[in-house]
């Protein structure tokens, strides 16, 4: 595959929509795991609930931290009272509060335009930028915290179009992560689903530091590329932030013969991946980043990957490859649906090391 690796059509594959997981594994930890071995080339079949035995002491996983919050606003358009739906994206500037979103239909939704999405709650549409995108300015009588508040009583969870049920009150708390501390993502770091609170204390237990970085997801990471020739993909750009604890703890594994750092998800790689020294050495800084990251890419920082099955022509799916081998990742795939494995971010797991 070396000859095409760099195109969109590698990244194609067929799959029964059946297992596509409208719903969470019941508790989080059963969700079915395969294991990838790199240097063997093997695959085991296990349950997350088995994760700690594949980590000891002075291990690090790394863990995004980022919160969902109920980013899809339905309102009503001024005059026409036409029903809208805009998506909140991500905050430009919390002083004007000025926000990127995308509208529906967008054909109705212009400059100057006023949407209401409640009593109290309004805004003005001020400027276009694409097709469906536009930024508002939030009209309200508060702070910003009463705002977040405010958004936080008349949103809806944005579970992935491949969801094909209604949102449900549960999803809240579904489609967020037990390490969700920062508000700001639009999707779930999904690969964090699966982690309990137990898996947690029996990681800690075995001397194992789980550490965080903030990465706060947007739409971009799992827009679907639509190029053929991936080095003409760009990435919406996203903001992160690596505490200088979790890098100074990566640096010492790194330096170790023993120890190993594990990304919990393609956010978490995309973090840590994008904050290097010049002496590659992980970095505690903060800013934005649209890396992408597709085969063949050297991997300084992650050296075992904890991530979902992902859609065709998705970056995700692309990271993914470049860490495990793209032969051997669709090799996982083709077994993982003849396996019945739940696919994608309420789905299973996959532990590559």
């Given at each position: 595959?070396?000859?095409?690796?760099?195109?969109?059509?590698?990244?194609?594959?067929?799959?029964?929509?059946?297992?596509?997981?409208?719903y969470p594994a019941e508790p989080r930890d059963q969700s079915r795991m395969m294991v990838l071995n790199r240097k063997e080339r093997s695959i085991e079949h296990r349950y997350f609930s088995d994760i700690p035995e594949y980590f000891g002491e002075g291990d690090v996983l790394v863990y995004n931290d980022t919160k969902v919050f109920p980013a899809r606003l339905l309102g009503i358009k001024e005059k026409t009272g036409a029903n809208i739906e805009v998506f909140l994206l991500r905050e430009l500037n919390p002083e004007s509060r000025l926000w990127d979103v995308?509208?529906?239909?967008?054909?109705?939704?212009?400059?100057?335009?006023?949407?209401?999405?409640?009593?109290?709650?309004?805004?003005?549409?001020?400027?276009?930028?694409?097709?469906?995108?536009?930024?508002?300015?939030?009209?309200f009588n508060g702070n910003n915290d009463e705002l977040y508040r405010q958004i936080d009583e008349i949103g809806h969870t944005p579970l992935p179009p491949y969801i094909k049920r209604a949102v449900e009150k549960a999803d809240r708390?579904?489609?967020?992560?037990?390490?969700?501390?920062?508000?700001?993502?639009?999707?779930?770091?999904?690969a964090g689903l699966?982690?309990?609170?137990?898996?947690?204390?029996?990681?800690?237990?075995?001397?194992?530091?789980?550490?965080?970085?903030?990465?706060?997801v947007?739409?971009?990471?799992?827009?679907?590329?639509?190029?053929e020739d991936l080095t003409k993909h760009r990435m919406h750009s996203e903001n992160y932030a690596i505490p200088k604890e979790?890098?100074?703890?990566?640096?010492r594994a790194l330096t170790s013969s023993t120890n190993s750092v594990t990304a919990i998800g393609t956010t978490?790689?995309?973090?840590?991946?994008?904050?290097?020294?010049?002496?590659?050495?992980?970095?505690?800084?903060?800013?934005?980043?649209?890396?992408?990251?597709?085969?063949?890419?050297?991997?300084?920082?992650?050296?075992?990957?904890i991530t979902n099955f992902h859609m065709p022509k998705s970056t995700l799916l692309m990271l993914a490859s470049a860490f495990a081998g793209f032969d051997f990742l669709m090799e996982a795939y083709h077994k993982a649906i003849d396996n019945?494995?739940?696919?994608?971010?309420?789905?299973?797991?996959?532990?590559?090391?």
């Open positions: 595959m070396a000859f095409n690796r760099m195109k969109l059509s590698s990244f194609v594959f067929d799959y029964p929509r059946e297992l596509v997981a409208q995308i509208v529906d239909p967008a054909r109705k939704i212009r400059i100057g335009n006023k949407l209401f999405f409640g009593p109290s709650l309004a805004a003005e549409v001020i400027d276009n930028t694409t097709s469906r995108g536009r930024t508002i300015r939030f009209v708390e579904r489609y967020q992560t037990i390490f969700a501390e920062h508000r700001g993502a639009v999707a779930a770091p999904t699966h982690f309990t609170q137990a898996i947690g204390e029996k990681l800690r237990d075995r001397g194992v530091s789980m550490l965080p970085v903030t990465l706060h947007g739409l971009g990471t799992f827009r679907p590329v639509a190029v979790t890098a100074d703890a990566v640096n978490v790689v995309r973090a840590i991946e994008t904050s290097l020294t010049v002496s590659r050495h992980l970095k505690g800084r903060s800013g934005w980043t649209d890396k992408f990251i597709y085969p063949p890419y050297e991997f300084h920082v992650t050296e075992r990957l019945k494995y739940r696919l994608f971010s309420f789905g299973d797991a996959m532990l590559i090391i």
